[in-house]
DNA sequence: CATAATAATGACGCTGCGTCAACTTCCGCC
DNA sequence: GGCGGAAGTTGACGCAGCGTCATTATTATG
């Protein structure tokens, strides 16, 4: 015993924490998703967990700091694919498919692990966390730096990034209702469509 | 007076009624743009009316409805615009370029009315209302109009039309960050992205 | 082991929710 | 005109969730 315990560094203190503060977390996943956003309570999401309502308090000030956690979390592991993908490419072709490809299968992938049989009624609730500000800022450089390197036009980056994170957030909707959904024909949709569509623009400026 | 009765055909009682959801409606408006929709109660609705508590709940049945009849209302308002600008329409350009533009002048418009400072801090809630619904399929059905016509490419039309709203809501939302907001540029920027960007799409098929 | 530091607990007061019996207002009819 | 009933309004009520905080339990420290 002693021993397990030499070899753990951390205190019990905080790993006690770091434990609560994951359970409240995947507690508000399956809350919000069976009951929807708008419905769920801080205290439907303490209840999913072992603890009293006020250790909620300890951790989050309210349910919509949850989501938001939520939200982070979602945005901080999809950032790296989106850099991967633009580090990786060398073509702005390849790019672009790629970074829908990687958005459009981290869609699919995310339902899957919600499993809901999202019930289409609830409104949809989206927060401009500091990671999706992140995000949006990652896309409209990496078009910028296209644009520098003469594999893309110049052009307004700031509505090109919003056009191409607006058409991914609604395509990718679209695909979800399909059955099968389809991320790869999406991807080389939405591809397709930018490639073009930033010629376009462009020669518009 | 009594001429002035025989003047008004319908009766008290209809007109109280109409008034006391329209009522109700403005003060949702304020109070939503003043509070934002999460925090707003419908008590705090209800304050900013001479009514009392009860009777809100003789008009709608949560303030989520209230919410929906406030988009459904703008959604129908709406509606008109583009129907106009497809029959208007000469070239596929020129309907891409009046429905847009129409999009981008709605929403200045719109937030005028709302006349808030716009604090971008609470998030951005989206229903589903049946009129939306129905703006999706206008969308959808002149796209494919065109498609019939060889105006466009054909294409999938689902997707199309789901990029083409995804793109004009984002666009439409930066565009309403800057200062001063121009809707014409947001319009030639989406329409030029657009029109190329279904060439590109269609090759894909 | 004693003590301090830290975190969990759940009861508490408060506010908003949606309902409903009582009341008011209006309409149709004699 | 005025009476009876339908339609609509009212606000108090019971209930549930909110966020707080004094109390209790647990862990770290010396």
Same mark, same amino acid.
């Given at each position: 015993?002693?021993?397990?315990?030499?070899? =753990?560094?951390?205190?019990?203190?905080?790993?006690?924490?770091?434990?609560?503060?994951?359970?409240?977390?995947?507690?508000?996943?399956?809350?919000?998703?069976?009951?929807? @956003?708008?419905?769920?309570?801080?205290?439907?999401?303490?209840?999913?967990? =072992?603890?009293?309502?006020?250790?909620? @308090?300890? @951790?989050?000030?309210?349910? =919509?700091?949850?989501?938001?956690?939520?939200?982070?979390?979602?945005?901080?592991?999809?950032?790296?694919?989106?850099?991967?993908?633009?580090?990786?490419?060398?073509?702005?072709?390849?790019?672009?498919?790629?970074?829908?490809?990687?958005?459009?299968?981290?869609?699919?992938?995310?339902?899957?692990?919600?499993?809901?049989?999202?019930?289409?009624?609830?409104?949809?609730?989206?927060?401009?966390?500091?990671?999706?500000?992140?995000? @949006?800022?990652?896309?409209?450089?990496?078009?910028?730096?296209?644009?520098?390197?003469?594999?893309?036009?110049?052009?307004?980056?700031?509505?090109?990034?919003?056009?191409?994170?607006?058409?991914?957030?609604?395509?990718?909707?679209?695909?979800?209702?399909?059955?099968?959904?389809?991320?790869?024909?999406?991807?080389?949709?939405?591809?397709?469509?930018?490639?073009?569509?930033?010629?376009?623009?462009?020669?518009?400026?």
């Amino acid at each position: 015993m002693s021993e397990a315990a030499a070899f =753990e560094p951390i205190g019990k203190r905080e790993r006690a924490k770091a434990a609560n503060r994951d359970a409240i977390l995947k507690a508000a996943r399956r809350v919000f998703a069976q009951l929807g @956003y708008e419905a769920a309570t801080v205290r439907d999401i303490i209840r999913g967990t =072992e603890l009293a309502s006020g250790t909620f @308090y300890n @951790y989050f000030r309210s349910k =919509e700091e949850v989501f938001e956690a939520l939200s982070d979390d979602g945005a901080r592991r999809f950032k790296p694919l989106l850099r991967a993908a633009r580090e990786r490419a060398e073509t702005f072709e390849q790019y672009l498919h790629d970074a829908f490809s990687a958005y459009f299968h981290f869609l699919l992938e995310e339902r899957n692990v919600g499993e809901r049989p999202l019930d289409e009624r609830q409104p949809h609730v989206r927060t401009d966390t500091p990671e999706m500000i992140a995000i @949006y800022e990652e896309v409209r450089l990496s078009l910028e730096d296209a644009a520098m390197r003469g594999l893309a036009p110049r052009i307004d980056s700031d509505y090109l990034a919003h056009a191409c994170i607006g058409l991914a957030q609604e395509v990718g909707a679209a695909m979800l209702r399909r059955t099968p959904p389809d991320a790869d024909a999406a991807a080389r949709f939405a591809t397709a469509f930018v490639l073009r569509g930033i010629e376009g623009a462009a020669r518009n400026d």
